[in-house]
């Protein structure tokens, strides 16, 4: 059974940047197939896609988040981490990681998520 859970901090200062790890358990994360997003709902708002890394290991980004997230893998410890630089109050949002199978064209599993603030 594949299980997916993120970390990180629940606060975040303004223009600090803010990480987030994705620990896959079940499947490694490095299987074909399979690419690990990050995904995240601000309070009011739809889901919205920041990126994913592929089971390669290359990452891509939605426009929206190129400039200023990075997503990074670790195939030791089979987790993948999102950095978000120079947040704002407007990043406010539960994130979420998720497993997209390429050949379902889907996501098949999530985590439970996580609220992240950013505040002074």
């Known amino acids: 059974q594949v299980q997916m859970q993120e970390s990180g901090p629940g606060l975040v200062k303004p223009s600090q940047t803010l990480s987030l790890t994705c620990t896959v358990s079940g499947v490694s994360i490095t299987t074909n197939d399979y690419y690990w997003n990050w995904i995240r709902r601000a309070p009011g708002k739809g889901l919205e896609w920041m990126g994913f890394i592929s089971y390669t290991g290359t990452p891509y980004y939605s426009p929206s988040f190129r400039s200023r997230t990075a997503i990074s893998r670790d195939t030791a410890k089979n987790h993948f981490t999102l950095q978000l630089n120079a947040v704002t109050p407007e990043d406010t949002a539960v994130y979420y990681c998720?497993?997209?199978?390429?050949?379902?064209?889907?996501?098949?599993?999530w985590g439970q998520g996580t609220q992240v603030t950013v505040s002074s």
């Open positions: 998720a497993r997209f199978v390429n050949s379902r064209k889907g996501y098949d599993t």
